[in-house]
């Protein structure tokens, strides 16, 4: 029978809140030894997802995007835009100042895994948050979950 992602996922998964310090959360993951923790509001509502990917931009520093100077105008070469979330991420002290929140992926326990990791491939995303019909979150799929189901069902 085919699995679901409720047969997989880590349930009760850790959590934070967008108000919580950004030292708190590094210190989970690293403790933890996990990649990225769900953020939720009072409700225990899905609002972000803060990842390794998100606490990079704290090492590696925000690059100014390229621009040419014509006539006394200032014609940027990229979106500045990304250039001011960028370095509003590198300078964040909480976790809702660096957090991923737009365009966030989830996924139902109900679903089959495989429509799941198929999902997780084409989006290149390590951790699908994993919600009920109210929109609170009730557990996480990982990689790591779906190659311990393929492990468990080889023997």
């Known amino acids: 029978m085919p699995k679901t992602v409720a047969d997989v996922m880590s349930r009760d998964p850790i959590s ?19 990649s990225g923790l769900p953020v939720v509001d009072q409700a225990g509502k899905l609002v972000g997802v803060i990842s390794e990917t998100d606490l990079m931009w ?10 040419i100077m014509i006539l006394d105008s200032v014609i ?7 250039y001011d979330r960028d370095l509003h ?3 964040g002290q909480t976790v809702g100042e660096v957090m ?5 992926i989830t996924t139902e326990p ?3 895994l495989q429509k799941a990791a198929q999902l997780m ?11 009920d019909d ?17 492990a468990a069902s080889q023997d």
Do not use: C, F
């Not at 959360?25 to 030894?33: D, G, L, S, T």
């Not at 991923?100 to 966030?104: A, V």
């Open 58 to 67: 704290r090492e590696t520093g925000v690059t100014p995007p390229a621009y």
């Open 89 to 91: 991420k590198a300078l």
């Open 16 to 34: 934070v809140r967008p108000e919580t310090p950004l030292q708190e959360a590094i210190k989970i993951m690293a403790q933890r030894r996990i």
């Open 121 to 131: 491939h084409d989006k290149n995303i390590r951790r699908l948050p994993v919600i």
């Open 134 to 150: 109210a929109g609170q979150i009730i557990g996480i799929l990982t990689r790591g979950d779906i190659i311990r189901a393929m």
């Open 110 to 112: 109900d679903q089959p």
């Open 76 to 82: 940027y070469l990229e979106n500045p835009a990304r």
């Open 100 to 104: 991923t929140k737009d365009s966030l």
